[in-house]
């Protein structure tokens, strides 16, 4: 079969990818609960192992024989069409969605495969299959969306999957209220996405993304007013949704959900999905500089943030989720300087460390009964060899240990465009360059704490090879999944974003004074000092005790986020909740209940004067003649 | 012939189970009422199927506004006439009103154990009140049936309904019998001054549609109606009446209460209140807005609020009502559909949580919050089935209330953005009420070691072609949009000014006035008391180049 031929046969394949796992949701959501483990864990693995092959194959097409216009478009059926408003469920291949298609379906169907075998014992398998199914068919439908609005079916269904997963067990009231903040922080943003959403149908008659960005960018000159406002309500959806300033609170309490859960959708997929709808639309972006600003500086603003509360933090789990926090910062940087494509590239490489480093947490976890506090942990690296070396990837990776791991590629490529890109700067490499420090210095305090030291607790379980084997993938992948977009001092051997500048145009650079290899020897630099100090501090146990009132001030004050939950609670929890406690019997309706009082009390007055007793009668009677005979003559 | 039957198969039935109740066989008191009403509503859902599939397929029916009518000389000294017509709108609340019917049997199934026959009277004359509601052409006949409708609801709730069902039915009827009243006499002053204005005593809607007002006397008598209709609706600050009726109702009580008798407002507001006043309705829009809005978000907050299941739910319709009222009054194409849909699909959704309140209190014997939780673990697919509808209730999108809610909001963007965003805020509010019922209900610790029987089949029956039209409604809502169509393009006509109004009316299938040519008992057609669709052979003449046409008058 000649090549070209081979595409146009695999492309209409495209809507299986999401269409996989609904068939498997749809099968656990109503068969499921009767059905044996087994049977629910081979639909539910199975549904998303079949898109992971039909990405492949779609990836394949796609390198051998390009679609027309580097985009395959398959409509399935008109979705809603009324009063000039038009929307399709419709699939959209390009460079950007075949790379996420494949990140996610990948990742998604590893971490699948790891629960089949962490769930085991629990009593609710198959409803946790069903929600991973439901969850990836909607991230698929996310990424793979032709217009605005099924990319917020998606956008929603994701959300909803999140809400339901970290509720997972939800006879812990604690588990409920932390699903709750998460699904409500981010609808928070989610509206004002929907806001975008109206004003960009009422400038442009459509939602279709293609034909969206292509008249954006004819009819709205750059910083034009309704460009920049577009830009920012779509901001405002993408910074609920992954996790960054001013609404990231919700993602270090979303790690009550099961490990597997913040694996894939607390650190792999879900949260970056902001950092794809902005890469989706950076044509709006492009034409909105302040927004473009403002998304470097939340990027950089949150890196350091989060990775300040991370060296804080006790909880395993959360730690890691602080770290994802920070990590998107970095693709929220790379975005607002106009580093689509580096954006998208730590994306992937963030996917395959941090799944792994999630991952290996449970091994930790479930070995030591469900132990969390990193304080309790300790000496595991004898007893858990393979943990420990899978964790010790995953962490030099988010740390960037140069040249052998892809986190150093990626990140470096952000720090470099932090740099040299018009809209970059040396406040914002600055920024970059001290995250690397905070990455190191917390991500190796974990890893000293937990693995090295004395045993506190014994572990007791050892992982089989349904958990070992996508560990040891995710570890490869972790290790090479860089080499794909080599600096240009190591050759020209860039082919991860010449791949993606098909759908994202490239970065421009200007600024001198620094070059990418000076640029990337002091991140190692900082890289070392962080693994340093780590050493320093938590392997020789060299913990300064808080010396004084004010060092463990600034320790609590981070362990609380920075006291932006106190503040969203005092702010807006609390008044709305207390309104509507005050107000439940509805204020509106005493008013008529006057209505009815009044009614009733002129009721007992008039009834007296119906007492039977003829005097009476005779004297009213009388009055009333009187009052009547005087009206009569004075008026 | 079609409507009469539709009309007339609950109204004899409910008669027939009335008599059957008095039996003093069991069979026939307690389970021959309940196969009746069962089967007349079932029937009356095949007519529906039967005109939607005809219409659909039709090209003719496909783009015309009316589909059936039926025409009788009533009361001719006054100008009355049994007058029913049904056009899309009117055709898609009457599935939903015979769809929510089974369901209020079913529903009752177990539910209802005492003067079961009486029951399903009341129970089926409500709906053949609703029916003729979505039907009615001439208005005298309209307010008889909504009268007709307000009586037996009011017998549903003080007889078989909770604890303070005195309390309820009592504020449910004085709330609506006032408006109402002010309605008749909104009805009667627009009967008089078309009187004044032309001489004859009319109340048929097509005539008068065309009467000439003056702007104060447009006013007060839209005020009339507008009123009548934001109580059943209801709006802000009206609405007092729903929770406590809603709470109090028995199951199928809440579900007729919120799946349609509050549509049978907004279906006024858009078949009455807008076409007889378009221009000061149009003046009136912006204060109709924001009292939407203000429901929008005021009833999504008191739902929040709120301890006891049902009333949760009550308060929910406040606020889905308000989308329904913002987007009639936004009055262009996206914001009409989306009503539409909005309608449609809180009939469906919020009818299913009532159900499920109702399937609660039968096993618990409690409607209080704070009594359940951990219901998962012991009811998996009722809680599922909860889930689902409190989802729809939030706006999930995929399910049918987002379709609608979207709409709105699409279409009330370019007429009021600071409107618009405080009804997106809405959409945040209902997320808050949503996941505080699923976690009080389902979610949480079973503190109460409850131990309840999951879905039976027959609610599982019951239940499920629910949870399929919201996702229907959700995923596929072309149907809809294709059947309302027409009556939602005369309405949009309406809300542009400048268009000439007989250039409206015979969008609308009405000849100008001084042609009366097609009037009963004029020499084209026979005075014949059955006339099935007069516009189709009125369209037929002026195919044929033998009628007249219009001046200016499109042919539809």
Known sequence: MRPANCGADVYPLLALAPAFPFAGFLWLATLGARASRKAAAIVGVGSVAASTVVAAL????????????????????????????SVRVSFYLDALSLVMLLVVSFVSFLIHLYSAEFMRED????????????????MLTLSLANNLLLLFLGWEGVGLCSYLLIGFWYRDRANGRAARKAFIVTRVGDTAFTLGLLLLFNRFGTLNLPRLMHLAARQWPVGSAPAIAAAALLLGGAVGKSAQLPLQTWLPDAMAGPTPTSALIHAATMVTAGVYLIARTHVLFALAPPVRLAVAVIGAATLLLAGCSALTQYDLKRVLAYSTISQIGYMFLALGVGAWSAAIFHLMTHAFFKALLFLVAGIVIQALHEEHDIRKMGGLRRDLPYAFWGFVIGGCALAGLPLVTAGFYSKDLILWRAWSSPSGGPALWVAGMLGVLLTALYIFRLIFLVFYGEQKTAPGHWPAWRIKLPVLTLSVLALIGGFVNLPPWMGKAA????????????????RGGLTEPLSELIAACLFALGLFLAWWLYALRRVPRPASGFVDAIRRFWFADWGMDWLYDAVFVRPLVAFARLDRHDVIDAGYAAVARVHVWGWRILRRSENGRLRWY????????????ALAVWA | MMLLWMLAIPFMAGMLAGVFGQSSSPFWRDRAPRWLALGALAVDFVLGLISWLSAARSPFLRHRHWLLQLDWNWMPRFGIRFHLAMDGLSLLLLMLTFFLGMVSVLVSWNEIRERVGFFHLNLLWVLAGITGVFLAMDLFLFYF????????????????????????????????????????????ALVFAHRAATGVMTFEYRALLATPLSSTA??????GFFIAFAVKLPAIPVHTWLPDAHTEAPTAGSVVLAGLMLKTGAYGLLRFALPLFPSVSRQFAPFAMALAVAGILYGGILAFGQTDFKRL?????????GFVLLGIYAWNALALNGAVVTMIAHGISTGALFVIAGLLQQRMHTREMGRMGGLWDVMPRLSGAALFFALGSLGLPGLGDFVGEFLVLLGAWPVSRWLAVLAAAGVLVATFYALRLVQRAFHGPNEQAWKLPDLRRIETLMLAPMIVALLWLGLFPRPVLTAVAPALGY??????????????????????RGIALFRPGSALVPPVLFRNIPVARVQALRLQGRAPRPKGGKLR
């Open chain 1, 123 to 138: 009593d609710g398998y198959s409803r946790f299959f069903a929600y991973m199914n439901l969850f990836v068919a909607s």
């Open chain 2, 218 to 223: 447009a006013w007060w008598i839209m005020l």
């Open chain 1, 495 to 510: 082919f991860f974003t010449n791949f993606l500048h098909a759908a994202l145009p490239p970065a421009a650079q200007t």
């Open chain 2, 313 to 321: 739910v009550a308060y929910t319709s406040v606020s889905h009502l």
């Open chain 1, 618 to 629: 005779a004297a009213w009677i009388t009055a009333g003649a009187v009052i009547l005979a």
């Open chain 1, 58 to 85: 779609l990836a394949f097409a796609f390198f051998t024989a390009p679609p027309p216009g580097g985009a395959y478009t398959q409509t399935l059926w008109s979705w809603i069409a009324a009063g000039g408003f």
């Open chain 2, 145 to 188: 049936v909504w009268e007709l409708m307000l009586v037996p609801m009011f017998f549903l709730i003080a007889l078989w309904g909770h604890e303070r069902r005195r309390y309820a039915s009592v504020k449910f009827f004085i709330f609506t019998q006032l408006s109402g009243l002010l309605m008749l006499v909104a009805i009667l």
């Open chain 2, 491 to 512: 309405l949009q006509s309406l809300g542009k000014p400048g268009i000439l109004r007989s250039d409206r009316l015979a969008n609308l299938g009405v000849p100008p």
